[in-house]
């Protein structure tokens, strides 16, 4: 029976104005598993034991995401922000970083278009061209849906397909369910270190073709949750060859053992093949900067693209100036250099370690796979469950991988993601799990879960 | 003729892959007032300045948004961070907000489920209740999408109707384009300093009713760009009479001269209807803090509420610990209260002064109308624009208020918006203007700007 809302309201009654059934279909179909239901589990033992609950650990590690501060593996900027007036404190900060900030606050002086604040802007113009979007600051997490926006168009067969690499990192896919685009999945090869092999691209691409319009090739460099860094031969020769473009990158400024980055070659093929490429920069953990590099954009979509950023917000002013020092580092000379050279030094070498350790450990194990870690900070071990595990998981209306890592989480405190959550070829189980603890931490995490994994095994069995 | 991509390719050729034709239809409808043609050109302004070249003005004054900080009429937190490893500088900032960020350091500690720090959520929770979203921080600039994502639906003439005050803030009108909703406008009263008319509303839901179903009520409170705090009479018996819900609420802290949040209000309304209702508080200038609040959410849709949030990134860490100041101010006895007490009321009772100033001066200039300056942080005059005036806007192809506001920049370097960016009553004409600069400045800005007002008035008669 159809509810007249008026008849309701004389009587005093109210429909529901908003249920599962009313809302957004689409956003109901948006997934996100590295803050699933792992992780709140994970709180909410936390919780159990600050409340004195006996379990089988004392500590809850969060082993899910990769922040470096609050791991305390690099220098972090204080989350104290120091309150006062026109004019630095002098006794504030390192002289070079307090240079920059003065010449900030005069740049800043009111009204920034929504881009950003035009000083940095300038400061950060790191590709030259006439594109006056180019090395915007921009909100991070926003950049990949900004893009998308753009491309989504079409209905049925003429819709909007979105190559991703499987795994991926689910910003994608939930950025793609929230716009009803299509989803494309192309299969990184984990047999070659999780290389992007074109063969597979093209694949992906033909059969695409048939119930939907790819327009958009992402790649994610390094590779997050794979943690490579390499990008296949022959990707230069597919974009070349009336592949979707814009190609969508993401890449961070520092590779942990290869010093590699798909950016400039990203855009060395875009302007030999005038697609549009965008580059995107990962959020600088909890300082929320970020830009993104646009080359080949018709001059008419930038304006649009301009318009579209600028109703948001702009990133926050100090993720501006934290951008400014990443993308302008101190050079030598200068009243920091020695200690900025120190510092990445010694937290570049830490992550070799620390990546190096993490196959070592994981590669004693039978039954985990795990390939070098190269970039981010991020191992992605492949690990066999047995039959029967992947039954009881099947029960319990879990993933295998997820029911693998609710048990690794209940029984040692530690918090992995499922690969599940990120995709994974049918058949295959996965589990990410950042390598920034501490040294000594991660020795301890790594045998704890490798203990862990060789128990399950036998139990299930 | 249809192309086909892979002919394309094998001749060598590309299709353009992005163009206006081919981009997202919707994006191309957003518009966004406040960052518009007036602000660019004051940027190139700014340029052509600094270039040397000449100008009846020397500084281009951007009165055209709020930023509190980049007018210095507020005590800001600076932009310089402090560069440090664990553990705070002794020597750094006020001892109160020391203790507290201590205090976020440990609550921070590894993984926030992206909702922001767990710490913090349980400090800013205002509203008790089962909603783990109650209070969470929130992106500011994001939160009227994401709610608007949820409550979009259907095709035709069930496509969800989205109800915003006219003059309205263009986030919301942006926001209704971006995701093709139907946006219904219901006019404020400017006779009646901006009153939200409860038959007004009706009349706005009964016309709509015939076209998309009516499903969400935005309130602007205080009102932007308005800058209005009374709601009216009648608007509490108008949401239990069966009109659309959740309330959507935009609210500043605190007013400038009229100590009135319509929050209370709503919530005591929704309480008692039992629809949904939302609370947003406005970004924190710089650091990007702000925080939602809601109530009666079926607990199915708040989880996928909590979903849509935790795929962006939960705000920068500084932002949140401002915001737990915000929340928590200090109280008496507590290191910071004295400062605290003597800054809030300085910087209130200078904003009061500055609103008075404005009505006052602005109200002895013939042909311009000021409702008082009652909270947030603009006036909205309404300005009589001679028939000329308008004839010769319209032959450039400008709505007659931005014809007005360019003059307006090319003569005094006073940056203002249009009144018909927040839309407005056809036939009456507009600008919005921040009334946060140094009074000094401000009064030497107003005067200015009535001196031109009356020559431009003259120019056109």
Redesign the interface.
């Known amino acids: 029976a159809i509810k007249d809302?008026?008849v309701?309201?004389?009587n005093g009654l109210?429909d529901?104005?908003?249920?599962?059934d009313?809302?957004?279909?689409w956003?109901?179909r948006?997934?996100?598993a590295?803050?699933g239901p792992v992780?709140?589990r994970?709180?909410e033992l936390e919780e159990e034991l600050r409340q004195g609950v006996k379990k089988p650990f004392t500590e809850v590690?969060?082993a899910?995401?990769g922040?470096a501060?609050?791991?305390?593996s690099a220098?972090?900027?204080?989350?104290?922000?120091?309150?006062?007036?026109?004019g630095?404190?002098p006794?504030?900060?390192?002289q070079g970083?307090?240079v920059r900030?003065e010449g900030?606050?005069q740049s800043?002086?009111?009204?920034s278009?929504?881009l950003g604040e035009?000083g940095l802007r300038v400061r950060t113009q790191v590709t030259p061209g006439p594109c006056p979007l180019c090395a915007a600051p921009a909100?991070?997490?926003?950049s990949p849906q900004t893009m998308l926006?753009?491309?989504?168009?079409g209905e049925g067969q003429s819709r909007t397909g979105v190559m991703i690499p499987i795994p991926q990192y689910?910003?994608y896919s939930?950025?793609i369910a929230?716009l009803n685009a299509v989803q494309v999945n192309y299969y990184l090869d984990e047999e070659h270190c999780w290389a992007l092999d074109v063969g597979e691209l093209r694949r992906a691409l033909r059969q695409a073709r048939g119930h939907c319009q790819p327009?958009v090739l992402c790649i994610i460099n390094p590779g997050n949750p794979t943690g490579t860094t390499g990008a296949g031969n022959g990707t230069g020769a597919f974009v070349l060859?009336?592949a979707?473009?814009?190609i969508q990158t993401h890449v961070y400024a520092e590779g942990v053992r290869v010093p590699y980055s798909f950016k400039e070659r990203s855009f060395e093929m875009a302007h030999y093949?005038?697609?549009?490429s965008l580059h995107l920069s990962p959020?600088r953990c909890?300082?929320?900067g970020g830009y993104m590099e646009v080359v080949n954009?018709?001059p008419?979509?930038q304006q649009?693209l301009s318009?579209?950023v600028?109703?948001?917000?702009c990133?926050?002013?100090?993720?501006q100036?934290?951008l400014d020092v990443v993308m302008n580092p101190p050079k030598p000379g200068e009243p920091s250099y020695q200690s900025f050279i120190r510092e990445k030094q010694a937290v570049l070498s830490d992550l070799a370690h620390k990546a190096q350790l993490t196959q070592e450990i994981f590669s004693q194990v039978p039954g985990i796979h795990c390939n070098p870690v190269q970039g981010a900070m991020y191992s992605f071990p492949r690990i066999q469950i047995p039959a029967r595990a992947v039954q009881e998981a099947q029960v319990r209306g879990f993933a295998p991988d997820m029911f693998f890592c609710l048990q690794l989480l209940e029984e040692t405190g530690i918090?992995v993601v499922p690969g599940s959550g990120f995709g994974e070829r049918e058949g295959t189980y996965h589990f990410r799990m950042t390598i920034l603890p501490h040294v000594e931490k991660l020795r301890i995490v790594l045998k704890k879960l490798s203990q862990f994994y060789a128990k399950f095994i036998q139990e299930y069995s």
């Not at 800043?108 to 009204?111: E, I, K, R, V």
């Open positions: 809302p008026r309701m309201a004389e109210r529901k104005v908003l249920s599962l009313s809302m957004n279909p956003v109901k948006v997934e996100y590295v803050r992780l709140v994970a709180v590690i969060k899910n995401i922040d501060h609050a791991m305390a220098p972090s900027p204080s989350c104290c922000q120091v309150h006062q007036g026109p630095l404190d006794g504030l900060g390192e970083l307090r900030s900030h606050r800043c002086g009111g009204g278009p929504g035009q909100h991070p997490s926003l926006k753009l491309l989504v168009s689910p910003l939930a950025g929230e327009r060859q009336g979707p473009a814009p093949s005038q697609s549009p959020p909890g300082l929320r954009l018709d008419a979509v649009q318009k579209l600028s109703v948001r917000l990133p926050p002013v100090p993720g100036v934290l918090c």
